[in-house]
T-cell receptor
Framework: AQKITQTQPGMFVQEKEAVTLDCTYD???????LFWYKQPSSGEMIFLIY??????QNATEGRYSLNFQKARKSANLVISASQLGDSAMYFC???????????????????FGQGTILTVHP | DADVTQTPRNRITKTGKRIMLECSQT?????MYWYRQDPGLGLRLIYY???????NKGEISDGYSVSRQAQAKFSLSLESAIPNQTALYFC????????????FGPGTRLTVL
């Protein structure tokens, strides 16, 4: 079964508007972390935001926020006030296990979704 | 200077050749990883290392080997390259603390003819 699912192959948004990129995950481990990465056309992988499974608040980093709905196993990325430079591929990823939980070790391995290509129109 | 560097950045090689991709980091992280990216498949883990003496296979390790020469260096080898190993290869590092965010190198684009 897919551990990370990104159902939107492509998304379009108008500059200055907000956009939500969907991500659902599947795990039986109570301790996990969820990550979003951005991959521009130049190819590098840029870390955006992190949400731990025990975090009480939704994560925010500048214009990025993570809409974490634990019961639904979803971790959607919200980008506010889109900019042309936000056009890129976006990946959701999950790491099962957290350092300090579940026996005190972090498994470390990331499982990635297939990505969503975001295009921002002027 | 970049915290995670990969060499070479681009490589074209022929079927059957041995090739090594190198990764160095100045972040002081214990953990290092090698991933490959194929179109439509996201990134998949090849090998990972939690310290110099700890190396583990990922989900697609067949056809690859690794060497952790030092805390800061982690190399990926293709002993006998084949065309379906044509991909974008990423090295990543993380610290062994709770969030454990992985930081990626710029990638190596490998083409096997």
């Amino acid at each position: 079964a897919q551990k990370i699912t990104q159902t939107q192959p492509g998304m379009f948004v108008q500059e200055k508007e907000a956009v939500t990129l969907d991500c659902t995950y599947d795990t039986s481990d109570p301790s996990y972390g969820l990550f979003w990465y951005k991959q521009p056309s130049s190819g590098e992988m840029i870390f955006l935001i992190y949400q731990g499974s025990y975090d009480q608040q939704n994560a925010t980093e500048g214009r990025y926020s993570l809409n974490f709905q634990k019961a639904r196993k979803s971790a959607n990325l919200v980008i506010s006030a889109s900019q042309l430079g936000d056009s890129a591929m976006y990946f959701c990823a999950m790491r099962e296990g957290l350092a300090g939980y579940g026996g005190g070790t972090s498994y470390g391995k990331l499982t990635f979704g297939q990505g969503t290509i975001l295009t921002v129109h002027p | 200077d970049a915290d995670v560097t990969q060499t070479p950045r681009n490589r074209i090689t022929k079927t059957g050749k041995r090739i090594m991709l190198e990764c160095s980091q100045t972040k002081g992280h214990d953990r290092m990883y090698w991933y490959r990216q194929d179109p439509g498949l996201g990134l998949r883990l090849i090998y990972y290392s939690f310290d110099v003496k700890d190396i583990n296979k990922g989900e697609i390790s067949d056809g690859y080997s690794v060497s952790r020469q030092a805390q800061a260096k982690f190399s990926l080898s293709l002993e006998s390259a084949i065309p379906n190993q044509t991909a974008l290869y990423f090295c990543a590092t993380s610290g062994s603390y709770q969030q454990d965010t992985q930081y990626f190198g710029p990638g190596t684009r490998l083409t096997v003819l």
